[in-house]
């Protein structure tokens, strides 16, 4: 089975140049996330789709970040424009069923590394 | 806001010893805490999930520990190796799942 496929791996553009991250999740899995992570953090939630629907986007910086996840299935995260402190990981999680699902164990992606110029 | 807390300093053992991580929760009081690793360029992968009612679990060389009133789970590699090096998070959820920074190990052979 495949994994959570996430691209581009790395990205590098100047600031207010926009930029967009693409995630596939697990087949079958309902539940998708997209975290940030800076360097020596740990993995800061920006938004949880429950299928095609945002069920929570608390931390999503509204002005300039922006995602969707159309059918429900694959989901898109954007930036524009772009600023110096965006540089950072983004990570795409999902999870589904099985046996540790009401705990909402997450498989994560590799990760598209951002850096802004 | 609930708040994790792992040591920031890195941890450096020899080969064959046991790691013990340290994972601290205030302001809260989790259903579950999970345990995860992090190889560098790559995303966190699970490794073991602990529920409030558990005071322990255990897979393979792994050990994990839940103490609801030190509000602390502690992570133990025993007979640690130098492919255990890596940098392991721990997380709690709340109305979300929260992640700690992370502490890195390292095994020295």
């Known amino acids: 089975e495949a994994g959570v496929v996430q691209s581009p791996r790395y990205k590098i553009i100047e600031k207010k140049q926009p930029v967009a991250f693409w995630c596939n999740p697990i087949?079958?899995?309902?539940?998708l996330y997209w975290y940030r992570q800076n360097l020596g953090q740990g993995p800061e939630l920006l938004i949880r789709?429950?299928?095609?629907?945002?069920?929570?986007d608390s931390q999503l910086p509204k002005d300039r970040f922006s995602a969707e996840r159309l059918k429900g299935v694959d989901s898109t995260l954007k930036i524009q424009p772009a600023e110096l402190g965006d540089s950072a990981v983004y990570l795409c999680?999902?999870?589904?069923?099985?046996?540790?699902?009401?705990?909402?164990?997450?498989?994560f992606g590799a990760g598209s590394r951002l850096t802004v110029l | 806001s609930q708040k994790i807390e792992q040591n920031s300093e890195a941890l450096n053992i020899q080969e064959g010893k046991t790691a013990t991580l340290t994972c601290n929760y205030t302001n809260y009081s989790p259903a579950y805490l999970q345990w995860y690793r992090q190889d560098p360029g790559r995303g966190p992968v699970f490794l073991l999930l602990?529920?409030?009612?558990?005071k322990e679990k255990r897979k393979e060389r792994l050990k994990v520990t839940f103490d609801t009133t030190l509000k602390q789970s502690l992570f133990h590699i025993t007979a640690s190796q130098p492919a255990d090096s890596a940098t392991y998070l721990c997380a709690h959820r709340g109305n979300k799942l929260v992640f700690g920074a992370g502490t890195i190990l390292r095994v020295k052979s």
């Open positions: 999680a999902s999870t589904g069923g099985g046996t540790n699902s009401g705990a909402n164990v997450l498989t």
């Open positions: 789709y429950e299928n095609e629907e945002a069920v929570d």
């Open positions: 087949s079958g899995h309902n539940t």
């Open positions: 602990i529920r409030e009612n558990e």
